[in-house]
T-cell receptor, first 112, second 114 residues
């Protein structure tokens, strides 16, 4: 049973480009969470999704960021027109219910 | 004031020492308390999970929750070099508005020297 799969592991984008981060939850998990980790900081909640629904996006920046978890396929975190401040590690986690998350290994985004 | 405060360290101890890691919090609605371990360039791994107050033990690890003081602790006995990592506390509220969102501390970096 594979864990939470995130890809790519590393992503380099120039300022103004779009970044698309993908997350495949563990088999049987229908809850997906995205967190961002800046250097020297803990993880900050961004968004919680279930299949085809955004449940809580209280941690998402109001502009340029969006997330989806379609009926088929992985969850996608999309960042439009990236800026240097978006450089961070982005972690996805999945669970069956609301607790006992399993985290992926993260995508490290570098904006140059 | 942050909802969850955690001393970032770094904390350096000799092999075999007892390690104490702590977090304080301000939100009295928190009911679920977790400790995660994160190795460099990896995702967090759940170590301990506790509901409400009390102690929980798992091998060399003991988690304590004191809700009256809004204080949680993780103790590591007989620490090993392989315990060298960043330890993150995390907590979640309960109730109809709860979405399972976790609030994390900043993380404490631990180094266990052979």
């Amino acid at each position: 049973n594979a864990g939470v799969m995130q890809n790519p592991r590393h992503l380099v984008r120039r300022r103004g480009q779009e970044a698309r981060l993908r997350c495949s939850p563990m088999k049987g998990h229908s809850h997906v969470y995205w967190y961002r980790q800046l250097p020297e900081e803990g993880l900050k909640f961004m968004v919680y999704l279930q299949k085809e629904n955004i449940i809580d996006e209280s941690g998402m920046p109001k502009e340029r960021f969006s997330a989806e978890f379609p009926k088929e396929g992985p969850s996608i975190l999309r960042i439009q027109q990236v800026v240097r401040g978006d450089s961070a590690a982005y972690f996805c986690a999945s669970s069956r219910q609301g607790y006992g998350y399993t985290f992926g290994s993260g995508t490290r985004l570098t904006v140059v | 004031q942050k909802e969850v405060e955690q001393d970032p360290g770094p904390l350096s101890v000799p092999e075999g020492a007892i390690v104490s890691l702590n977090c304080t919090y301000s939100n009295s609605a928190f009911q679920y308390f977790m400790w995660y371990r994160q190795y460099s360039r990896k995702g967090p791994e759940l170590l301990m999970y506790t509901y409400s107050s009390g102690n929980k033990e798992d091998g060399r690890f003991t988690a304590q929750v004191d809700k009256s003081s809004k204080y949680i602790s993780l103790f590591i006995r007989d620490s090993q070099p392989s315990d060298s990592a960043t330890y993150l506390c995390a907590m979640s509220a309960r109730g109809s508005s709860n979405t399972g969102k976790l609030i994390f501390g900043q993380g404490t970096t631990l180094q266990v020297k052979p």
